[in-house]
């Protein structure tokens, strides 16, 4: 199970495992704002299982930068997903061709098949007629992949306290 950290301010923090936002608790450094409806249970104890808890003191959120690009990074930032057909992404493609001056950069690389791949080869997207649905950038990663993996679906509790950083 996982728990949603919130800085004494209500901006999200982190995402933490429920075993340490009880610690959190216990130790009185958060205080418990939902429950989910399981409980932990050992053989002397039945404790209410933490959803979302609240820092008692503010905590300066780490500001993470992107780093270098790398093909893991680029598949992560488009989620997998081929920016031409949609289509599970398992390369990285330069929209502009390294060929004819196109760099590695986050705005030149995309997520993308095989097939799409190997059908664009060396040419520009105008050539093709394809084009992006959306612009490559570099990933604003101080948010979403600091708070869960983006793997699965935020806590329903959480939605209250996320604001517009689940979208």
């Not at 610690?23 to 009185?28: C, N, P, Q, Y």
């Not at 808890?53 to 780490?62: G, K, M, S, T, W």
Request: hydrophobic fraction near 40%.
């Amino acid at each position: 199970m996982r728990t949603l950290v919130l800085n004494a301010g209500f901006e999200p923090l982190a995402v933490v495992s429920d075993r340490r936002a009880v610690v959190l608790v216990m130790r009185a450094r958060a205080t418990v704002l939902e429950v989910s409806a399981d409980p932990l249970r050992s053989p002397g104890t039945k404790l209410d299982r933490p959803s979302v808890i609240l820092l008692d003191r503010y905590v300066r959120p780490v500001v993470r930068r992107p780093g270098p690009v790398s093909r893991r990074a680029v598949l992560r930032r488009d989620a997998y997903r081929c920016a031409y057909c949609q289509a599970e992404a398992d390369t990285i493609d330069h929209v502009v061709p390294r060929s004819r001056g196109g760099g590695s950069s986050w705005a030149n690389l995309v997520a993308c098949c095989r097939r799409c791949n190997h059908l664009k080869a060396d040419r520009l997207l105008e050539e093709l007629g394809w084009r992006l649905d959306r612009t490559p950038r570099e990933p604003a990663w101080s948010v979403r992949p600091g708070l869960w993996d983006g793997s699965s679906a935020p806590d329903d509790a959480w939605l209250a306290y996320l604001g517009g950083v689940a979208a």
